[in-house]
């Protein structure tokens, strides 16, 4: 398989994000630059495709200013369609709608309302039970970060107030419908700076939980990327520095996992 940017101008994509499985059994992702297009004078970035069984890359979709500008988030729905997000300065985030058996894609502007004059920033997207779309906002220049959820046909995105407003939010990272209802986000530096695992209420964006296991003392480690959760309930993840290591070894992360309490999926 070529790497990325083994084309001219970089056409095929660079900076690629996560992974995820489409029903024809191949994997898709986004990159947030590259491909054939600009978005305010910057390469938009691609949907690729790549065929497990013979690693061939190949992109199948250039975005551009018209369909919402530079992809991050990529999801995979109940329905087996792509959900993902997109970003022009000027335009704010809109979600994108791809079809894998048509190639159709199509752009929903979110319409996140200003706060403070400026229009917030949203990652992390994921789909609820009832197919509402979460995901996590933060504002430029401002310390902490909040839940948002947006439903197909709304007029304007819903935002929650920060989940903090102390201790300011940390990094999130990654984010989950955990099997008790409620979402779950490994927070990379977290409260104390050693990264937390939080859980907030989808129904007001409160934050319920808040665990912090995580320290450059600590045999889990320090902060958390990765988390996911088994059919026992329990999460497993990653930290990306320190842990328990054996003698004359450094310890530059872990994988971990943690009994939160939470029921069976």
């Known amino acids: 398989m070529a790497p990325y940017c083994s084309e001219t101008n970089c056409a095929d994509g660079v900076d690629g994000n996560a992974l995820v499985v489409g029903t024809d059994g191949n994997l898709y992702g986004t990159t947030s630059g590259g491909g054939s297009n600009l978005c305010e004078g910057y390469p938009c970035g691609t949907l690729f495709r790549v065929t497990p069984s013979t690693g061939k ?59 403070n004059g400026l229009i917030p920033q949203g990652s992390l997207l994921t789909i609820g039970p009832h197919g509402n779309f979460y995901g996590v906002y933060m504002i430029y220049g401002v310390s902490g970060a909040g839940l948002f959820e947006f439903r197909r046909g709304a007029q304007r995105t819903k935002l929650f107030p ?79 520095q320190y842990g328990k290591a054996s003698t004359n070894h450094f310890a530059d992360g872990t994988v971990f996992h943690l009994k939160a309490g939470l029921p069976p999926r």
């Open 162 to 240: 920060f989940y903090t407003n102390q201790d300011g939010a940390g990094t999130p990272l990654t984010m989950l419908f955990a099997s008790d209802g409620n979402l779950w986000i490994s927070d990379y530096n977290g409260s104390d700076g050693y990264g937390d695992i939080i859980a907030l209420s989808p129904s007001d964006g409160r934050l319920i939980r808040r665990l912090s296991p995580f320290s450059s003392s600590a045999a889990i480690g320090a902060y958390p990327a990765e988390i996911i959760q088994l059919q026992d309930g329990t999460l497993w993840g990653t930290t990306t």
């Open 57 to 115: 890359y190949e992109v199948v979709v250039n975005f551009d200013e018209t369909t919402g500008g530079i992809p991050s988030s990529l999801i995979v729905a109940a329905d087996q369609t792509f959900w993902g997000t997109t970003e022009v300065g000027s335009q704010g985030q809109m979600l994108f709608h791809y079809t894998e058996a048509t190639g159709d894609l199509q752009s929903v502007p979110m319409n996140f309302p200003k706060v």
